[in-house]
Every structure is written in C-alpha cells, then in structure tokens.
C-alpha cells in the first residue's frame, strides 16, 4: 500500500521567514494530494490540495509544489506568522470511489516571534 | 453552516467495555470516514461510510466496526475495549465517496484504563 513519509519532524522558523515542508510517496498511482493543519484540541483542517494534473498550486501564503517524477510534494509557506504555528500533515490517495488518505506523521512548526 | 460534530468530545472507558462514538456530518454531506490517531501510528483510516453502506475499511480489527443512518450520521464502536485503543478518534466528512475536501470533527479523546 501506499507509504507517505514527511522531513524534517519538527521545523522552527523566524517570523516572516519562509518554512518548507516535504513529503515523499511510494505509489506512482496516486493522484490527490491534501495539506492539513492541525492546531491543539482542533481536527486537522484542509489548507491546500493539488492533484496530480498540475505541478503547482497557490493560496494567498501557501503553495504547494508537486513532482510525480520523484514521487515528492511540497508545502511553502511564505511570510509566516506566530498562528502558523501548529501540526501540519502531508497525505496521498489515488482518487476514486473505494480511496482512503495516506497520512504522513506530522511535522510540527513553530514560528518565533 | 455548521461543522462537523463529535460527541462525546472526552471518554474513559475501562478495558473489556465497548464504547459508541457519534458523528454528524456537515448538513448535506452525505459520505462520512473514521480516523484513529496516535502519537505513535499518526492518522489511520478506520472505515468509510457512504449512503449508509460501508465502502471502505482499514486495517483494524473487528472490534472496530460503524455505521451510518439515513441522515448522513454516522456512528462507530469499539468492543472489547484495550490499552492500546486510546486515542483521538476523528471523523471526517464529504460530500461525495472518497477523500476530496474532506472536514474533520475535532474528535473524541477516547482513553482506556
């Protein structure tokens, strides 16, 4: 099945910098590509998905670049701020009416005031 | 319009009790997942309710078992309650079967003693 790993686990930034967060996948066949935050006592939320038709993807501060090649999506965040501080997890399904995600472990961000 | 709603939000059981968890998803969304949670194992897909049939179903034991009303609600059970089954169990929901956009509940902090 399919296998989703995230790098680094934890990742600490200056406010206003720039954060990137990878994920790696092991199957070719997945399609759907889903960003969730999740903030203490909260469900993860849904930031930004990209599917496997496109390379990039943006919102506002967040972007999300994919590479089917190597198997690798990534989440950048520019400008952060303090309340961009929380859980984010990557997640890889091949779409369709029987899929489930795959999630990676988390990494945790924090952002420095 | 309202998100997804889990009760109960906390829950101690004992080992060998069973326990019922409720979902009610967004108004109109009618496919309805498990997730179970833990520090160790992050998130795992649990089962996948669509039209009150189960569509999809993860790699847990039969004491892990759910179903879903004619009002998109959705419920799950643990029999047999262990250890190991403490956990953050969240629920998600979508309008259509599968994973796209999905909303997560803020979960049920289920813990075994």
């Known amino acids: 099945g399919e296998n989703v790993e995230q790098h680094p686990s934890t990742l600490s930034v200056q406010e206003g910098d720039s954060a990137v967060i990878k994920c790696t996948y092991s199957?070719?066949?997945?399609?759907?590509f889903p960003w969730y935050k999740q903030e203490l006592g909260k469900g993860p939320q849904l930031i930004i998905d990209?599917?496997?038709?496109?390379g990039e993807k943006k919102d506002q501060r967040i972007a999300v670049t994919l590479n089917k090649t190597a198997k690798h999506f990534s989440l950048h965040i520019t400008e952060t701020q303090p309340e961009d501080s929380a859980v984010y997890f990557c997640a890889a399904s091949i779409s369709g009416a029987n899929s489930k995600l795959t999630f990676g472990k988390g990494i945790t961000l924090s952002v420095r005031p | 319009k309202a998100g997804v709603t889990q009760t109960p939000r906390y829950l101690i059981k004992t080992r060998g009790q069973q326990v019922t968890l409720s979902c009610s998803p967004i108004?109109?969304?009618?496919?309805v997942s498990w997730y179970q949670q833990t520090p160790g194992q992050g998130l795992q897909f649990l089962f996948e309710?669509?039209?009150?049939?189960?569509?999809n179903k993860g790699n847990f034991p039969g004491r892990f078992s759910g179903r879903q009303f004619s009002n998109s609600r959705s419920e799950m059970n643990v029999s047999t309650l262990e250890l190991g089954d403490s956990a953050l169990y969240l629920c998600?929901?979508?309008?259509?079967?599968?994973?796209?956009?999905?909303?997560f509940g803020s979960g049920t902090r289920l813990t075994v003693v």
């Open positions: 199957d070719s066949a997945s399609n759907y």
């Open positions: 990209i599917r496997s038709n496109v």
């Open positions: 309710y669509f039209s009150e049939t189960q569509r």
């Open positions: 998600a929901s979508s309008f259509e079967q599968g994973n796209y956009g999905y909303t």
């Open positions: 108004s109109g969304h009618r496919s």
